[in-house]
């Protein structure tokens, strides 16, 4: 369950970070999809560099596995820059982030992950430093004390957060430049794997990469994944030293192996539903609830969960907590 498990979850593993190195775009042309997000990028971009000035602040919400890492990186090789990353829980102490802030030079571009999660301390200092790149901070106690004011090099902060809800308004506020990711179309995500198919020395036919797409639930990242399960399928039946080529029929064995349906829903998505209806009678349940049932945490059903089952249409949000749809019930295998 665990190992399976995995495989659908959005959240990055180690495995993924390795790969991800390997296959992820480098240029804003080789972003794929989210076609409205990549287009303001570029304007912002082009109007940056011909001003001579750092790039606005720019914030990206959405599910995790999208791309908001990967643009931000983008960003900072389209724009020549260095690329600092940290995330809100890595950042424990205001002064931690002093010496984040303080190492910037003009035009870096720091990116925070999970910006939702930073400390409110921490928070505090980022206002002024986003606003007029000037951090005060207090040395020395008591008598003694004083404030120091330091001025910072321009730099473009980029923050990424799975639950812009969570952020504080004045923090947001302080962004020039908000975007939403929204899930991918299996259209730009087979392309998404045709592409990470050719850097891992692997060809995939049309059809094959379509249904791979399909069962990703709209995340570039678990597209990934599953190609390089896929991979390891295909190079078993071409066999030793011959390379790996993949086909509708491998793909559709693989997914069965890993208990991925064709809706993309793997074993603990299914789960999810099947509590919500056999021990909540079909909801409405909240959340905590939900993830005390099933012994996972809160953060893990509403990030990585949730999302997905609302968009698919298996899942309804009502005043009183989630419930599943007839679709989901049919789904199941129980009538709606
Ligand atoms: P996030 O930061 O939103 O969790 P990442 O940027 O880490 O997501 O992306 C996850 C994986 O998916 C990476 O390996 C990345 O290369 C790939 N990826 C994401 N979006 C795209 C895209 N639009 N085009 C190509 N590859 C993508």
């Known amino acids: 369950m665990e190992e399976l498990k995995k495989i659908v979850l959005n959240q990055e593993t180690e495995e993924d970070r390795v790969t991800s190195l390997s296959v992820r775009p480098e240029r804003l042309a080789d972003f794929i999809g989210q076609k409205d997000l990549v287009a303001n990028i570029r304007v912002a971009i082009e109007a940056a560099k011909q001003r001579k000035e750092p790039l606005e602040h720019m914030l990206f919400s959405g599910p995790p596995g999208l791309g908001k890492t990967s643009l931000a990186h983008i960003i900072a090789h389209e724009m020549q820059s260095r690329l600092t990353y940290t995330s809100g829980p890595a950042i424990q102490r205001a002064g931690d982030f002093i010496g984040i802030l303080t190492n ?7 990116f925070i992950d999970e910006i939702h999660r930073l400390a409110k301390s921490v928070e505090e200092f980022l206002y002024p430093a986003m606003e007029s790149f000037k951090i ?30 969570l952020l504080a308004s004045p923090l947001r506020d302080r962004f020039g430049i908000l975007h939403h990711m929204d899930f991918y179309e299996p259209e730009d995500l087979s ?5 990470a198919a050719a850097k891992l020395g692997v060809s995939v036919e049309m059809d094959a990469a379509l249904e791979i797409a399909r069962r990703s639930r709209g995340t570039p990242r678990i597209s990934i994944r599953l190609l390089k399960r896929v991979r390891d399928f295909a190079q078993l039946a071409a066999g030793p030293g011959r390379p790996a080529h993949i086909e509708l029929p491998v793909v559709l064995t693989a997914m069965d192996r890993l208990k991925v349906d064709a809706e993309g829903m793997d074993e603990f998505a299914r789960k999810t539903m099947r509590v919500i209806l056999d021990t909540y009678q079909g909801g409405p349940v909240g959340i905590e609830a939900l993830a005390a049932t099933l012994n996972e945490e809160v953060d893990t059903i509403a990030d990585v969960v949730e999302p997905y089952l609302l968009k698919a249409g298996f899942l309804r949000r009502t005043s009183r907590g989630r419930e599943l749809t007839d679709r989901a019930r049919r789904h199941l295998g129980v009538s709606g």
């Open 104 to 110: 910037l030079e003009q035009g870096d571009i720091l």
């Open 136 to 165: 005060d901070f207090i040395v020395d106690k008591g008598p003694y004390a004083k404030t120091i004011n330091f001025n910072l090099k321009p730099f473009t902060l980029i923050g990424a957060t799975t639950r812009s809800g």
């Open 191 to 195: 392309t998404i794997i045709i592409i």
